[in-house]
T-cell receptor, first 114, second 109 residues
Framework: NAGVMQNPRHLVRRRGQEARLRCSPM?????VYWYRQLPEEGLKFMVY????????ESGMPKERFSAEFPKEGPSILRIQQVVRGDSAAYFC????????????FGPGTRLTVL | EDQVTQSPEALRLQEGESSSLNCSYT??????LFWYRQDPGKGPEFLFT???AGEEKEKERLKATLTKKESFLHITAPKPEDSATYLC??????????FGPGTRLSVLP
C-alpha cells in the first residue's frame, strides 16, 4: 500500500513565478491537509480539503495561495507570484476520515525561491 | 489563543538512558493529541493518538500518556536509531491541527 506521495520533491522558482505542488493521498483516504514548515520552526496548518471541497482554509494566506482537491487526480497547492519568504518545506497529509483523526504525511516538497 | 509547547527543546541521552519528553497545551477544545517522529529531510511519521486523560499507548521503547493539560512521551532504554525530532499536535474542535515546535532527541552510542 503506497503511502502519501508528493511531487516534485524539490522545486526552484524565481521571484514572480508560479509554484504548483502535488499531493496524492493514500489509497482510500479522502481527506487532505497541507502544512508549511520553515527552517527551525514547527509545522503550520494551511488548509484542509475533502474531495472537491475546501473544509478549512484558516491557515492559508489570503493572497497568492490556493488549494484544490478535484474529484479525480491529486490535490494541488498553488502559489502565485512567489516571493523569497515562500521558501519552505510543504507537507501534505492524508486521513481516511470516517471518524479517524490520524494523519499520514508525505515526504514533502522543498520550495526554494531565488 | 490555542497553543502547544514542548520541552525540552533538545535532549541528548546516552544509549540506554531513559527519559521523558513533555507536550503542554492550552486549547479551547481538544479532539485528540498526536505524537509524530520526524527525521531530517522527511515527513513526520505517525506514532500515537490519545483522546482522553488517563489514556496510555505503547510501541516498542515508546510510551505516550495524557493528562488534562499535558502529554508525556517516555523513552525507555533508547537506541541511537531513536534519534529524531518528536512532534506533538492537538486536533481542535474546528478542523485544524496545531503542532508544537518539537523536541530534538539525540541518542549517543
Amino acid at each position: 500500500n503506497a503511502g502519501v506521495m508528493q511531487n516534485p520533491r524539490h522545486l526552484v522558482r524565481r521571484r514572480g513565478q508560479e509554484a504548483r505542488l502535488r499531493c496524492s493521498p493514500m489509497k482510500g483516504h479522502s481527506h487532505v491537509y497541507w502544512y508549511r514548515q520553515l527552517p527551525e520552526e514547527g509545522l503550520k496548518f494551511m488548509v484542509y480539503l475533502q474531495k472537491e471541497n475546501i473544509i478549512d482554509e484558516s491557515g492559508m494566506p489570503k493572497e497568492r495561495f490556493s488549494a484544490e482537491f478535484p474529484k479525480e487526480g491529486p490535490s494541488i497547492l498553488r502559489i502565485q507570484q512567489v516571493v523569497r519568504g515562500d521558501s519552505a518545506a510543504y507537507f501534505c497529509a492524508s486521513s481516511p476520515g470516517k471518524g479517524s483523526l490520524e494523519q499520514y504525511f508525505g515526504p514533502g516538497t522543498r520550495l526554494t525561491v531565488l | 489563543e490555542d497553543q502547544v509547547t514542548q520541552s525540552p527543546e533538545a535532549l541528548r541521552l546516552q544509549e540506554g538512558e531513559s527519559s521523558s519528553l513533555n507536550c503542554s497545551y492550552t486549547v479551547s477544545g481538544l479532539r485528540g493529541l498526536f505524537w509524530y517522529r520526524q527525521d531530517p529531510g522527511k515527513g513526520p511519521e505517525f506514532l500515537f493518538t490519545l483522546y482522553s486523560a488517563g489514556e496510555e499507548k505503547e510501541k516498542e521503547r515508546l510510551k505516550a500518556t495524557l493528562t488534562k493539560k499535558e502529554s508525556f512521551l517516555h523513552i525507555t532504554a533508547p537506541k541511537p536509531e531513536d534519534s529524531a525530532t518528536y512532534l506533538c499536535a492537538v486536533r481542535l474542535y474546528g478542523q485544524n491541527f496545531v503542532f508544537g515546535p518539537g523536541t530534538r532527541l539525540s541518542v549517543l552510542p
